[in-house]
Each structure stands twice: as structure tokens, then as C-alpha cells.
């Protein structure tokens, strides 16, 4: 008979209505510098546990916060899998070199190994 069984969190309003306004803009192209500053975002904004929840250990609000979301996405369209964005946060690394994506190391300046 306890009735705090029944809570369960919420999901933010945001989610659905007005998250366009409200998202930050993604790079048309994802360079080097966007990618290595996506980064940077992520790892600063890291999730960080608290007594009501995840938060954003840097302006504290709930995880993931704006710039949270906006770097998992860049490094998303850099060709990031899910994984390797988590190592990087887990890594903790600010200035760590943002792996390269299968598909740019077949550039045009690479010979073929045979
Ligand atoms: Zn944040």
C-alpha cells in the first residue's frame, strides 16, 4: 500500500513539443574541429548520478542535457558508433582524438596496402 511504488520519472515535456527550438543547430558538415569540440561536450557534460536522478555534471540538468545531446549527435554523423561515443565519456578525456570513421580512412590519399 505504498503509494511511492508507483512513481516513475517522467519524461521531460520538452521531448515532444518545442524540441526544435530548442535543440542547438547541427554543422551542415561535420569537420575535424566540430567533431574534436563534440567531444569536448560530451565529456564535459557527462552524466553524473544524484539523489533524484542523472544529471549533467556540469550545469546540472537533467541527463542528457542540450550540449550533451548535441555532441552524441555530431559524433553520430562524424560515423561514431554508439560505443565509441560511450568509451569517450567514460574516458573522461576532454582533449581525447576522436577515432576515425571506417569510411574516411579509405581516402583518396591512402594507397592500398597491396
Ligand atoms: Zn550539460
Redesign the pocket.
Known amino acids: 500500500m505504498n503509494s511511492s511504488s508507483t512513481l516513475r520519472p517522467s519524461p521531460p515535456a520538452d521531448e515532444s513539443t518545442g524540441t526544435a527550438l530548442r535543440e542547438i543547430p547541427l554543422p551542415p558538415y561535420v569537420t575535424a574541429e566540430d567533431a574534436q569540440f563534440a567531444v569536448r561536450a560530451v565529456v564535459?557534460?557527462a552524466p553524473r548520478r544524484w539523489s533524484g536522478g542523472t544529471v549533467?555534471?556540469?550545469?546540472?540538468?537533467p541527463?542528457?542535457?542540450?550540449?550533451?545531446r548535441w555532441g552524441t549527435r555530431v559524433l553520430a554523423l562524424r560515423g561514431l558508433r554508439d560505443a565509441e561515443i560511450a568509451a569517450l565519456i567514460e574516458r573522461g578525456d576532454p582533449a581525447a582524438p576522436v577515432p576515425t570513421p571506417p569510411d574516411a580512412r579509405r581516402g583518396p590519399f591512402l594507397t592500398p596496402g597491396v
Open positions: 564535459v557534460h549533467c555534471r556540469n550545469d546540472a540538468s541527463h542528457p542535457c542540450r550540449l550533451h
